[in-house]
């Protein structure tokens, strides 16, 4: 079966703190967006990231795909966990759903619509994991690569890198 993450966005940036990190929300807001994007990539999870526009006057909503990372931002008057509730009910017949919040309400919901549920520090491990085995795996292969090398080119590199 399909597996599909829906992540509350600011919930998951406010749980790790990110926009204390960052010059300030929108920043933080890219950030997550791009490190979902490498995750996407990297393990191949189909994700959707919801961002409340709640507050915003005649906010629209919008939605867009970002290098595989489906982006939505909710239109005015409109909340992230209405949009991620409704999503969990609509896929969790034909996809295996997972949600990403703190919220305990949130959760409880969403897995009563049939969707796992996992908290955003849980996320962060998960998503750190998967970084720190693909550095791992790159400096193996790239070990591995300088031993087959001849000695000659070897050393040839090794002066290259010296000047």
């Known amino acids: 079966m399909q597996e599909i993450t829906l992540i509350d966005g600011y919930n998951l940036i406010y749980a790790l703190e990110m926009e204390k990190e960052k010059t300030d929300l929108a920043h933080a807001r890219d950030y997550l967006i791009e490190l979902l994007e490498e995750y996407a990539a990297l393990t191949g999870k189909e994700l959707v990231v919801v961002f409340d526009a709640y507050r915003v006057k005649g906010g629209q ?12 931002f909710t239109k005015e008057k409109e909340t992230a966990d209405t949009v991620i509730e409704r999503l969990a009910g609509e ?31 849980e996320f962060w491990k ?33 002066e290259w890198k010296l000047k």
């Open 61 to 72: 909503g919008s939605q867009e795909t970002r290098r595989g990372v489906k982006v939505i």
């Open 91 to 121: 896929l969790a017949n034909e996809f295996l759903v997972t949600v990403v919040t703190g919220d305990w309400m949130e959760q409880r919901l969403v897995v009563g619509a049939g969707a796992l549920r996992v908290t955003p520090k």
């Open 126 to 158: 998960q998503l750190t994991q998967v970084f720190s085995s693909r550095v791992l795996a790159q400096s193996l292969s790239f070990e591995r690569l300088g031993n087959r090398l001849p000695e000659s080119l070897r050393q040839k590199l090794s």
